[in-house]
T-cell receptor
Framework: QKEVEQDPGPLSVPEGAIVSLNCTYSNSAFQYFMWYRQYSRKGPELLMY????GNKEDGRFTAQVDKSSKYISLFIRDSQPSDSATYLC????????????FGDGTTLTVKP | KAGVTQTPRYLIKTRGQQVTLSCSPISGHRSVSWYQQTPGQGLQFLFE???????NKGNFPGRFSGRQFSNSRSEMNVSTLELGDSALYLC????????????FGPGTRLTVL
């Protein structure tokens, strides 16, 4: 079993919908949690970076971490066609990038 | 500010050959990390260089190697290519090796026939 499991998708929603993307993990040492967006033929782009449990909001994006359940989520409000991409969760026991473990990604399509 | 650049963008090789991929980090960034991305294994860490020294290494065989030059540009080399090495190879740079501070390049798509 992988340390990080991500809802595989693909996910297709109409424009304006609220999107929920989720990952679960098994390593209780993970303290830092990240969400990346990856467009086709591009490298991943960091969206959200959170430490420990709680919520973090940035514009239309909200990241939630529930360490007791080993569960993290990314919510996208008022989704736009430009949000169509693959979303990767990643987590690490410390700030060292080399220790990060990534999920396999969820591909999201937002239809106009 | 220019982003991370990787060359070449696409590469086709045959089994047994070797390949060298290049990464130019964002100006001023001293940390360069390499990742392999495949549909089956996802994104996996290869190694990280800081000021020409390898500081971290992932769980890949010795066929995968890298180096960093004094101008922070980095290369990775894969020798004796196998079919399973077909992947997108991503380079990421940061001022320090901090997970939330990495900027990724567009990647090099390697196909091994």
């Amino acid at each position: 079993q992988k340390e990080v499991e991500q809802d595989p998708g693909p996910l297709s929603v109409p424009e304006g919908a609220i999107v929920s993307l989720n990952c679960t993990y098994s390593n209780s040492a993970f303290q830092y949690f990240m969400w990346y967006r990856q467009y086709s033929r591009k490298g991943p782009e960091l969206l959200m970076y959170t430490y420990s449990s709680g919520n973090k909001e940035d514009g239309r994006f909200t990241a939630q971490v529930d360490k007791s359940s080993k569960y993290i989520s990314l919510f996208i409000r008022d989704s736009q066609p430009s949000d169509s991409a693959t979303y990767l969760c990643a987590m690490s026991p410390n700030t060292n990038a080399g220790k990060s473990t990534f999920g396999d990604g969820t591909t999201l399509t937002v239809k106009p | 500010k220019a982003g991370v650049t990787q060359t070449p963008r696409y590469l086709i090789k045959t089994r047994g050959q070797q390949v060298t991929l290049s990464c130019s980090p964002i100006s001023g960034h001293r940390s360069v990390s390499w990742y392999q991305q495949t549909p089956g294994q996802g994104l996996q860490f290869l190694f990280e260089y800081f000021s020409e020294t390898q500081r971290n290494k992932g769980n890949f065989p010795g066929r995968f190697s890298g180096r960093q030059f004094s101008n922070s540009r980095s290369e990775m080399n894969v020798s004796t290519l196998e079919l399973g090495d077909s992947a997108l190879y991503l380079c990421a740079s940061s001022l320090r090796d901090i997970a939330g501070e990495q900027f990724f390049g567009p990647g090099t798509r390697l196909t091994v026939l």
